[in-house]
Nanobody, 128 residues
């Protein structure tokens, strides 16, 4: 059974930074794609970032390009999201997810339907 546990969320002022982590278990983490999504209040879930098993390819949603950085540590079965220059519109619940169909792929997953296991989410609140 795949389990994903996010951590690192919290309340931060605009312009601040947070680092999210997602610890995975129940799968061979080192060869699957991973990603982050978010859901703002009253909005649909939105793609934030994706990464290949090898970290060779990373992708970002337009809203976070240049401010967020995704990375992973396969030895720790953990994917990270470093968020800088946070804005109030970054507020939402952040979810990590696996893309097992991207096992061994050199292209990062980006579409919601490409992800198959989801964490419970961690709340990020950015105050103005």
């Amino acid at each position: 059974q795949v389990q994903l546990v996010e951590s690192g969320g919290g309340l931060v002022q605009a312009g601040g930074s947070l680092r999210l982590a997602c610890a995975a278990s129940g799968l061979t983490f080192s060869n699957v794609g991973m990603g982050w999504f978010r859901r703002a209040p009253g909005k649909e879930r939105e793609f934030v970032s994706g990464i290949t098993w090898s970290s060779q390819d990373v992708r970002y949603g337009d809203a976070v390009k240049g401010r967020f950085t995704i990375s992973r540590d396969n030895d720790k079965a953990t994917v990270y999201l470093q968020m800088t220059n946070l804005k109030p519109e970054d507020t939402g619940v952040y979810y990590c997810a696996t893309a097992t169909s991207f096992r061994g792929s050199y292209i990062a997953p980006t579409k919601e339907y490409e992800f198959d296991n989801w964490g419970q989410g961690t709340q990020v609140t950015v105050s103005s």
